[in-house]
């Protein structure tokens, strides 16, 4: 069986029928899609906005009993319920959106490049996220009701659970984002070889016509 | 129907035994459904940046491409690479499309493409431009693997 055959029994392999409704289920699907971008997208925003008004009662009260510490803490957690939408928000807007159109090579870059933006989010997490919300509760907390027994333990079992949050954010960072940005390297890696295989072969070509 | 529905519906028709095979390739068999419906989608949500310069099938294998290489990297699927030794010699008796869908398999997805691209019999200037490579570049890559293919399965 020769490769020829081969090819005319791949094309003519038997294959499912486009439903009527093809155009339409891609349609649905497409906007499935939107819609869950959008859902990502404004969650974090919501979530942010929906705690300012709290945040700013605890800012309002502690200004006027004069406790600095509440203050501060509570100015913290406001500048930080705006600093957390707007990192998102600016991290997603400095990577282009990936056209497949694209050639592998540029496309499998973009994707490396996205892949590598969430990976640095996830291992930076406690810098931007963990740390500045942890110090804002325990200052507002110690503020309000000073160093008791109780504080102390609540405080203790934040401090747990960000230091966990932070685990998993670098596991992800690790097991989800470098493993697709290694893969990504990979099959460039691929591409890249099939190149320069292809001047080894012209080179030396050229070499068996030399005197 | 309005004519961007028009346009796409024909451009679905046009191509959808290719794009079937690519996703069978790509995905598993109770996930190459799912592939091909987001190979459908990222050809609705790209269709109006399709500039022209390309052939409009040469796109689409494209995009069908790029699509496919991120869904197996989403889905942990292993990336292929090492030709299995007993290929074709199991005591079962082996289609040879089965064999050859089993090679296939065993390829990176480059690889695995540039094979693709040819059972479809698309020319080395058309799978050169899907790959962003040089006509030569793909003549020297496809010898080599219909030779290891042949060697394995097609001689004697």
């Known amino acids: 069986m020769s490769w020829k055959d081969l090819q005319d029994q791949w094309q003519r392999t038997a294959v499912t029928p486009l439903p009527a409704s093809a155009v339409q289920d891609t349609l649905r699907r497409a906007q499935r899609l939107r819609r869950r971008i959008l859902w990502r997208d404004g969650t974090e925003t919501v979530v942010a906005l929906a705690l300012v008004p709290t945040v700013f009662g605890w800012l309002h009260d502690a200004m006027h009993a004069h406790i600095w510490l509440t203050e501060a803490s509570a100015a913290l957690l406001l500048v930080w319920l705006f600093y957390v939408p707007w990192r998102l928000w600016r991290a997603r807007r400095l990577l282009p959106r990936n056209d497949p159109g694209l050639p592998p090579q540029r496309y499998l870059e973009r994707e490396k490049q996205a892949m590598l933006a969430q990976a640095r989010m996830l291992e930076q997490v406690v810098w931007w996220y963990i740390a500045p919300c942890m110090l804002g509760i325990a200052g507002v907390t110690v503020g309000n009701h000073g160093l008791t027994r109780g504080v102390v333990i609540y405080l203790a079992v934040v401090l747990v659970l960000c230091v966990l949050i932070e685990r998993l954010n670098k596991r992800a960072a690790k097991h989800n984002f470098r493993r697709r940005v290694a893969e990504i390297d990979a099959t460039c890696s691929e591409l890249a070889t099939l190149e320069a295989a292809q001047e080894a072969a012209h080179s030396s070509k050229g070499n068996h016509h030399e005197p | ?156």
Do not use: C
């Not at chain 2, 679905?12 to 592939?35: F, K, M, T």
């Not at chain 2, 082996?94 to 997805?109: Q, T, Y």
């Not at chain 2, 490579?133 to 219909?146: H, N, P, Q, Y």
């Open chain 2, 1 to 156: 129907m309005p004519t961007s529905d028009v346009r796409f519906q024909r451009l679905l028709d046009d191509n959808q035994g290719r794009l079937e095979r690519l996703a069978r390739q790509y995905a598993d068999p109770a996930d190459w459904q799912d592939l091909l419906q987001d190979i459908h989608v990222q050809l609705w949500l790209s269709l109006d940046s399709f500039d022209g310069r390309a052939q409009l099938s040469t796109w689409v294998y494209r995009v069908a491409l790029n699509t496919a290489i991120s869904h197996r990297r989403k889905r942990r699927m292993p990336p292929g690479g090492e030709v299995p030794d007993n290929l074709g010699d199991s005591g079962a008796t082996h289609d040879s499309l089965d064999v050859l869908r089993e090679f296939l398999a065993s390829l990176g997805s480059i690889d695995r493409a540039l094979l693709l691209m040819d059972l479809e019999d698309m020319t080395r200037e058309q799978i050169a431009d899907v790959l962003g490579l040089s006509s030569g570049a793909v003549a020297v890559r496809m010898t080599r693997l219909k030779q290891q293919f042949s060697q394995r399965y097609l001689e004697p």
